[in-house]
């Protein structure tokens, strides 16, 4: 890929200095990104839970409420450089060196691998899924949702240009409709029929009442963050902002289909909001009377996904056993004689403090959700606990509404 300069800029929301200001090279802006955080300490590309606005002139600015950062990448011109000056002892050319257009150009003639134009990858997207949603009672937007599989390799910044343009054409498709708009673009590595095996390269959404384009790398984090400790020094905000945020977020739960999305967009939530080592949300199969793990994050997540396991054993029953609203911490776990390591343990986690909470909702139990292990080691206050009731009560409500149960491989359990 041809080499290109960007300016990128990053500084704290609300302050005047910038962390960082200066020209990066790179092939496309997320390598930009990713070379300007690194100056700074940072890792990654776009963070995950950002807002991505990617605006025609080719200007991305990024926002980061957690972390309450802003990012700003620019398309620049090649920097100047000034030619050495000649000392006393060195014997000037007799031919004139070339100018640094003449070089430019020159250089510009010499065939380089290049990733495919986003034209090329689009004439070989498999359409997998669509939705076209009206607005109803229950909910007033128009949404859209496109699911393409991608059956070539994307290089970097094809993606999100490739998804970006499939954006702006469901936008022209309902741009005469009135009422508020709400539009999904999914790129798949894979083809699949019913579920999808991976999550997918690339998402893209745009609601009109942001005004901003997010622009999410799923795969890309699950497969940084799945089985690898979660490390952070910086504490989550305060329990009004996270409890804010939690509600802006809750309101995407009218566009899920499945219980499956539901389990895997809490724990994903409650990964930003409140960090631990390791989350699950368990459903409760009443055919088979086990527990078993349909999201997972942090610590251990692969192995623990599709696992099932007994329903009348360990800290995992008695949290089943929960009134809606009620939520049990425990600084040392292991102390509990309740505690069954083969039921409530994290492979690969030295597990300390735990927290459940049952998903229940009005009286009828679907599930559990489990947190393992505090942001640095700390047990979980009681503001962790109600941004994950009010989570929990959200989703809780969801599943009550009747989404099916998911089709989920059967996994021995421990013991």
Same mark, same amino acid.
């Given at each position: 890929m041809a080499t290109k300069y960007w300016k990128v800029e990053i500084s704290r929301l609300g302050a005047s200095d910038p962390l960082f200001l200066g020209t990066v090279e790179a092939p496309s802006w997320p390598g930009a990104m990713q070379a300007a955080r690194a100056t700074i300490g940072e890792s990654g590309g776009v963070p995950a839970g950002a807002s991505c606005n990617v605006n025609p002139n080719g200007t991305v600015t990024i926002q980061d409420a957690r972390e309450r950062r802003r990012y700003q990448v620019v398309p620049a011109e090649a920097p100047t450089s000034t030619p050495p000056t000649p000392t006393h002892d060195q014997t000037p050319p007799s031919v004139p060196p070339p100018t640094p257009a003449a070089v $430019?150009?020159?250089?510009?003639?010499?065939?380089?691998p290049t990733s495919p134009p986003p034209a090329t990858v689009e004439n070989?997207?498999?359409?997998?899924?669509? $939705?076209?949603?009206?607005?109803?009672?229950?909910?007033?937007?128009?949404?859209?949702?496109? @699911?393409y599989a991608?059956?070539?390799?994307?290089?970097?910044?094809?993606g999100e240009k490739l998804a970006t343009k499939l954006l702006r054409r469901v936008q022209d498709e309902i741009g005469q409709e009135r009422g508020a708009k709400f539009i999904r673009i999914e790129l798949f590595d894979h083809i699949w029929k019913r579920t999808p095996e991976r999550a997918p390269v690339v998402r893209i959404e745009w609601k009109d009442?942001?005004?901003?384009?997010?622009?999410e790398f799923p795969l890309e984090d699950e497969t940084?963050?799945?089985?690898?400790?979660?490390?952070?020094?910086?504490?989550?905000p305060p329990t009004e902002d996270r409890l804010a945020v939690a509600f802006e977020a809750c309101q995407d739960l009218l566009f899920l289909?499945? $219980?499956?999305?539901?389990?895997?967009?809490?724990?994903?939530?409650?990964e930003e909001l409140v960090p631990s080592d390791a989350a699950a949300a368990f459903l409760l199969d009443i055919n088979t009377d086990e527990f078993r793990v349909v999201a997972a994050r942090g610590?251990?997540?692969?192995?623990?996904?599709?696992?099932?396991?007994?329903?009348?054993?360990?800290l995992l029953a008695a949290a089943s056993e929960l009134a809606e609203h009620a939520v049990l911490v425990l600084a040392d776990a292991a102390a509990d004689p309740r505690y069954d390591e083969n039921i409530d343990g994290v492979p690969g986690l030295d597990v300390r403090g735990l927290l459940y909470r049952s998903l229940i909702h009005r009286g009828? @139990?679907?599930?559990?959700?489990?947190?393992?292990n505090g942001l640095a080691g700390k047990v979980f206050s009681e503001a962790d606990c109600e941004v994950v009731d009010y989570v929990t009560q959200q989703v809780s409500a969801f599943v009550a509404r009747g989404a099916s149960m998911p089709k989920t491989a059967a996994a021995p359990h421990r013991g």
């Open positions: $430019r150009q020159r250089r510009s003639s010499i065939p380089r070989k997207l498999i359409l997998l899924a669509s $939705r076209n949603e009206k607005p109803t009672s229950s909910s007033p937007i128009h949404f859209r949702e496109r @699911m991608v059956p070539v390799p994307l290089q970097a910044g094809t009442w942001n005004k901003s384009i997010e622009i940084r963050r799945s089985d690898a400790p979660r490390v952070s020094s910086v504490p989550p289909k499945n $219980r499956a999305e539901a389990l895997e967009f809490a724990v994903h939530l409650l610590t251990g997540a692969q192995s623990r996904r599709g696992q099932a396991l007994p329903s009348s054993s360990g009828r @139990m679907f599930g559990v959700l489990q947190l393992a």
